[in-house]
C-alpha cells in the first residue's frame, strides 16, 4: 500500500433533517478522498453518530502501531 502523509482532517456537525423518532439529531459530517472518494474521483461525503466516533477513538487507542502519525504543520495554525 503506498504511504501517505496524514493530514488533520475536520468534522462538521450538521442536523439531521427530516429524521425519523429514534434517529440522532446530528451527525458529523467529512468528505473523504483517496480509497473513499466517488466514481467519478471526487470527495465522497460521509455521516458518523457520536457513537461511531467514540468507537474509532477507541480502536485507535487500542491499536496505537496501526496509526501513523500527522505532518507537524498543523500545530502552526
Same mark, same amino acid.
Given at each position: 500500500?503506498? @504511504?501517505?502523509?496524514?493530514?488533520l482532517g475536520r468534522l462538521l456537525e450538521?442536523?439531521?433533517k427530516? *429524521?425519523? @423518532?429514534a434517529a440522532n439529531?446530528?451527525?458529523s459530517l467529512v468528505y473523504l478522498e483517496g480509497l473513499y *472518494?466517488?466514481?467519478d474521483g471526487s470527495p465522497?461525503?460521509?455521516l458518523f453518530t457520536t457513537s461511531q466516533l467514540a468507537e474509532a477513538r477507541?480502536?485507535?487507542q487500542k491499536n496505537k502501531e496501526d496509526c501513523g502519525s500527522l505532518s507537524r504543520w498543523w500545530k502552526f495554525w
Amino acid at each position: 500500500m503506498k @504511504k501517505l502523509k496524514l493530514k488533520l482532517g475536520r468534522l462538521l456537525e450538521v442536523e439531521n433533517k427530516g *429524521k425519523h @423518532k429514534a434517529a440522532n439529531s446530528t451527525y458529523s459530517l467529512v468528505y473523504l478522498e483517496g480509497l473513499y *472518494k466517488q466514481r467519478d474521483g471526487s470527495p465522497a461525503p460521509y455521516l458518523f453518530t457520536t457513537s461511531q466516533l467514540a468507537e474509532a477513538r477507541d480502536r485507535a487507542q487500542k491499536n496505537k502501531e496501526d496509526c501513523g502519525s500527522l505532518s507537524r504543520w498543523w500545530k502552526f495554525w
